[in-house]
């Protein structure tokens, strides 16, 4: 396999199938990338809109085309030396009648030759559900579903078939149970007798039919998070790995695929054994591989989530992240430090929330511990507890005592989860589990203490008990705080914390504000030792905010004083408009603050005030926004007890605003436009880091334009590629720098660099990262390293920090750097003649260079010298 130069993130649905991407096959090899990278290509849920639902591992999916247009895509990618990389799903199923897995286990119970493959207590404290599993399917509590007639006996698609339906739901019946040719009106439950004979039915099953509500509290089944349609599954058992591979492995196999991202990694009870299992089959099957498709090893990469000076561990045998932890680091770095404290403040007078972003994470797990993984929870209690009861020195530590302490230690757990099993403990899980311990004690109740630091001993590693009791413990723990973490940061404090928006994604540390250009080079050349082939991303199907909204409202760090007074009139305008309740303004003033950044950072570059339909058009895309962002902060409504009231009062704010050219609008509007061109050059430095630094560029679908979207289904909406293809071929000479709103610049940007590391791979792939000294007047806001090989180079340059650099005379300018005193240090190596990757120009390098005239009429500069 040739290591990958560049890759195209698809989304394939029904509306985009294979078939469609095998048309664009040219452009994307004319854009200059080397593999389409998938996602989940494997049967889904019927129109699944990104296919990590997965019913079906062993068959790829029909609705966008099945294996033989899967076969075709390929041929028509070889033909244009393009590779596939596919995303596949190994930590959960869905849920259902498409799902014969699934639906096996619910028809035999623990006879199932099924019944291992998912995660199911079949022994829980509830002797209700010993041998059953529950399923919180039902829309009221199942008495009342029952006697409303909503739980019926029928027959399935063939006759001779009975089964259990509610609404869409199907549900087996166990064999021999009931005689196919059984009366269903003896079953009516609209009769009292068909309903107890119903009810006696639905107590003979494998499973028992619950009020969706129980599922927190009672579910004996670990989920995908806390969604009831997805199951996890026991991927570490031989049996269910071969299943849930058999056919991806094949297709390495035969050459149709060429690497893989593995979704949700942290789910797996032992990562690093599954990834090194998962290598060796792939190693051996490279000698299977037909001539004519490219040679292993397979490029393998894996969904992780990175916590602040976090490094994922080189014993996997990954080529690294999908590039979450390359996004949050070319965040920071464009954020001002100077910014940080004004705008905390900011946000803690305007809505009252904590300052700090750890109080805010703090109550968001304790709250998501309680509601969403109660029944999780009490599995590791129960498994603790059994430790507990192997010794006489422990067994009068009751249950209640370890749920309270193990609720302390994943309050304060400071990573998504440790790797740890018996007798093999890194340095870093020993941190990590050391610095919760000592914050659990801190906040525990006084005759707690001794049992945080017991807990910790449980949970070390350390061989203490029987290795079985130990290890399920471990991996019980595990595999809950790595879900109550993303639950409780990403889908619930995110939301909540408001001093700046493009501080929380997917991936990031909100707690770091920004970081140097030092820093950045430092980790940079972490990068390159360690993970020189992981993927850099900067925008990605689960990003809150796209990559050029982000880089937009980082501007605001350098416009704190500015932003504050512009949030406070605002707020001031928008009251009369907004309604109120015992709490206060609806919506709230931190609701407004966060609204407001999210109009200022999205806003559509070529939206006019006058434009009806386009406004209307970008008014439905902010109330779907705000819909999902205030249900998600779990504040004032959520997914499971909606506050309509709240979010009609919200939704109708919206409406307001976008119906006219209040002042309100004509001042978000104005404050949009003028900060754009910083966001816009900001833009184009994040494209150029993430084309340049070490690893492997990616490029997210649509993003070779301007990414101004918002978080699903926003962001996953469909793609002109048509115009994208038309405008492939523009130069800087046709305009583009003067008409950079249109966003063939950054296209241009793309291309210009991804033709460069086709011509010069090795030099990226393999090139040392030296950064590049500045000084001067202005050298804060110069940004410049060198990638080196043998007597290869290209020097990399951009305006950083630029808001300084807007023109006042002309706002669609884009800022460039007015200092000819700043200077660019050039060291010996990197002497010699350079041609201006993008501009056409010659520079000789010197020992000190103007970092204007290496930046030229642009704010980012790639310049190349090659080896002779």
Not at 115 to 136: C, H, M, Q, T, V
Not at 162 to 177: K, N, S, W
Not at 471 to 490: I, T
Not at 697 to 708: A, F, K, N, S
Request: with cysteine; aromatic share 8%; glycine share 6%.
């Amino acid at each position: 396999m040739s290591l990958p130069r560049a890759t195209m993130r698809l989304q394939f649905h029904c509306g985009f199938t294979f078939a469609d991407a095998r048309s664009l096959a040219p452009y994307f090899a004319s854009l200059g990338i080397s593999h389409i990278y998938a996602s989940p290509i494997m049967t889904a849920r019927p129109g699944s809109p990104h296919g990590y639902d997965v019913v079906d591992p062993t068959r790829v999916n029909p609705e966008l085309g099945g294996e033989a247009e899967l076969l075709r895509l390929v041929e028509e990618l070889r033909r244009h030396d393009l590779e596939l990389i596919v995303d596949i799903v190994p930590n959960h199923m869905a849920v259902g009648s498409g799902n014969r897995w699934w639906m096996d286990v619910l028809a035999q119970g623990r006879e199932s030759r099924y019944a291992e493959y998912f995660d199911i207590d079949w022994n829980p404290p509830n002797s209700d559900l010993r041998g059953k599993l529950l399923l919180p399917v039902l829309g009221r509590p199942y008495g009342e579903a029952l006697d409303s007639g909503e739980i019926t006996l029928a027959r399935g698609d063939d006759a001779s078939i009975l089964i259990v339906r509610y609404f869409d739901h199907i549900f087996p019946i166990a064999a021999g149970d009931i005689a196919a040719d059984t009366a269903l009106g003896d079953f009516d439950p609209a009769a009292s007798q068909g309903r107890a004979r119903l009810h006696e039915l639905l107590e003979r099953q494998h499973y028992r039919l619950a009020w969706w509500r129980l599922a927190n509290d009672e579910i004996n089944w670990r989920r995908f998070f806390d969604i009831n349609e997805l199951a996890a599954l026991r991927v570490e058992d031989d049996e269910v790995f071969e299943a849930v591979h058999t056919t991806v492995l094949r297709l390495y196999a035969d050459g149709v695929v060429d690497g893989l991202r593995i979704d949700h990694i942290d789910g797996l009870s032992q990562p690093e054994i599954y990834c090194r299992k998962l290598r060796a089959r792939l190693s051996a099957l490279d000698e299977k591989r037909p001539a004519h498709a490219p040679p292993g090893p397979a490029y393998l990469v894996v969904e992780k989530i990175l916590a602040h000076n976090e490094a994922l561990p080189m014993t996997w045998l990954t080529d690294g992240t999908t590039g979450y932890d390359f996004m949050d680091q070319v965040s920071a770095l464009q954020h001002d430090p100077a910014g940080e404290r004004p705008l905390t403040e900011l946000w803690h007078h305007v809505s009252g929330r904590p300052a700090d972003f750890d109080s805010e994470e703090e109550l968001a797990r304790r709250q998501i511990l309680e509601r969403s993984f109660s029944a999780q929870r009490d599995t590791v209690v129960e498994s603790l507890y059994a430790i507990a009861r192997s010794s006489l020195a422990t067994r009068d530590c009751s249950r209640a005592a370890i749920r309270r302490v193990l609720t302390e230690i994943l309050a304060h757990f400071p990573v998504y989860r440790m790797y740890a099993r018996v007798d093999h403990v890194s340095p870093s899980d020993r941190a990590v589990l050391a610095q919760a311990v000592g914050r659990a004690r801190q906040t525990c109740l006084p005759g707690d203490k001794w049992l945080v630091i017991r807990l910790g001993e449980w949970l070390s590693g350390k061989r203490l008990v029987l290795d079985a009791l130990q290890n399920g413990a471990l991996a019980r723990f595990q595999q809950l705080s790595a879900p109550l973490c993303a639950k409780a940061v990403e889908d619930t404090a995110f939301y909540r914390y408001g001093r700046l928006l493009s501080r929380n994604d997917v991936g990031f540390d909100a707690r770091q504000f920004a970081c140097s250009a030092a820093e950045f080079h430092r980790e940079m050349k972490a990068r390159h030792t360690d993970f020189p082939h992981a993927m850099l991303a900067t925008a990605t199907h689960d990003h809150k905010r796209g990559e050029d909204v982000r880089a937009r409202l980082a501007v605001l760090s350098e416009l704190p004083q500015e932003w504050g007074r512009a949030v406070g009139r605002w707020i001031a305008l928008a009251s009369p408009q907004c309604t109120s309740d015992e709490t206060g303004l609806v919506p709230s003033p931190g609701d407004l603050a966060i609204a407001f950044q999210t109009i200022v950072g999205a806003w559509p570059l070529d939206l006019r005030l006058g434009d009806r339909s386009a406004l209307d058009a970008y008014c439905q895309r902010i109330v779907g926004w705000q819909q999902k962002a205030l249900r998600e902060a779990k504040l004032h409504t959520d997914w499971s007890e909606p506050n309509e009231a709240y979010e009609r009062a919200a939704a109708e704010f919206v409406a307001w605003l976008f119906a006219g050219r209040s002042p309100l609008l004509e001042d978000i509007a104005a404050f949009a436009h003028r900060i754009a061109p910083a966001g816009a050059a900001n833009g184009l430095a994040q494209v150029l880091l993430k084309l340049t630094a070490p690893g492997v560029p990616d490029i997210y679908q649509g993003t070779e334009y301007w990414d101004l979207s918002l978080v699903d289904p926003d962001n996953r909406s469909s793609v002109d590629f048509a115009v994208r293809r038309k405008s492939q071929d523009a130069a800087l000479s046709d305009g583009l720098a003067a008409q950079w709103p249109d966003g063939r610049l950054k296209q241009f940007l793309i291309k210009r660099v991804l033709a460069l590391r086709k011509e010069m791979p090795a030099l990226f792939s393999e090139g040392i990262y030296q950064p590049l000294g500045t000084a001067g007047p202005m050298a804060a806001h110069v940004v410049a390293f060198a990638r080196l090989r043998q007597d290869s180079a290209a020097i990399i340059a951009f305006c950083h920090h630029n808001a300084r650099f807007m023109a006042a005379d002309d706002q669609r300018a884009l800022p460039f750097l007015q200092c000819t005193n700043t200077e660019i240090h050039i060291p010996a190596e990197c002497f010699g003649i350079y041609s201006d990757v993008l501009q056409g120009r010659t520079l000789l390098m010197q020992p000190a260079m103007k970092a204007s005239a290496i930046l030229g009429a642009l704010p980012v500069a790639v310049l190349t010298r090659r080896s002779v």
